[in-house]
């Protein structure tokens, strides 16, 4: 599977982005997928994830309340919804894929995945 990660840009503080990231390939459906990003100078952390049915979901602690994920297996994309974004929240985010056999399997660790996207940057100022 191919990844092609868009709809990072640049936003103030407080703002809101969403990022997607679609998919080619006919399995979509069969695939859990994730979203990491990383800040400058550091490593590559993990956001949030979704299973493969988009029934469970996880996220980070520091976007808890704040970044919803969600996909539409119909579309091929999986999307990040980023709400009252810090400027802590800059840096380049990926989107990944694994194959899942579970509908309610979710992967919060990189190490997890197999393919992923080029990277989207999201550039928050204060």
């Known amino acids: 599977v191919q990844l092609q990660a868009s709809g990072g840009g640049f936003v103030q503080a407080g703002g809101s982005l969403q990022l997607s990231c679609a998919a080619s390939g006919r399995t979509f459906s069969s695939y859990a997928m994730g979203w990491f990003r990383q800040a400058p100078g550091k490593e590559r952390e993990f956001v949030s994830a979704?299973?493969?049915?988009?029934?469970?979901?996880s996220y980070a602690d520091s976007v808890k309340g704040r970044f919803t994920i969600s996909r539409d297996n119909a579309k091929n994309t999986v999307y990040l919804q980023m709400n009252s974004l810090k400027p802590e929240d800059t840096g380049v985010y990926y989107c990944a894929a694994r194959i899942s056999l579970s509908d309610s399997s979710y992967y919060p660790q990189e190490a997890y995945y197999d393919y992923w996207g080029q990277g989207t940057q999201v550039t928050v100022s204060s």
């Open positions: 979704i299973s493969r049915s988009g029934g469970s979901t």
